[in-house]
């Protein structure tokens, strides 16, 4: 279901996927991320889960809140340090 979200936003030009990687290989495009674009996280090949971007810290750092853990305005990539997630930073388009 969430890949089929992602790949709807992406197909549709509501969307643009601005990188996808290893926290190493996303975190500076995740600095263009503004609230109403979104976070896709990938877990042996499926996006298992998609944060909402909602705020950015002081110096920038996109924020996120989700539902599944009720999660409020938190970093972006919290919770998920395991080096085999990949992130797929999406810009969403108005």
């Excluded at 290989?25 to 990938?42: R, S």
């Excluded at 750092?61 to 085999?84: A, F, Q």
Aim: charged residues 20%; aromatic residues 12%; glycine residues 10%.
């Amino acid at each position: 279901m969430l890949k089929r979200l992602k790949n709807y936003i992406l197909n549709s030009g509501r969307g643009s996927l601005i990188a996808k990687g290893t926290y190493q290989e996303v975190y500076k495009a995740a600095y263009n991320l503004k609230p109403g674009d979104f976070v896709g996280y990938e877990k042996g090949g499926r996006i298992t889960h998609v944060s909402t971007v909602t705020g950015v810290d002081s110096k920038g750092y996109p924020l996120v809140t989700c539902h599944n853990s009720d999660r409020l305005l938190v970093p972006w990539d919290l919770g998920w340090s395991d080096k085999s997630i990949k992130f797929h930073i999406i810009q969403v388009h108005y």
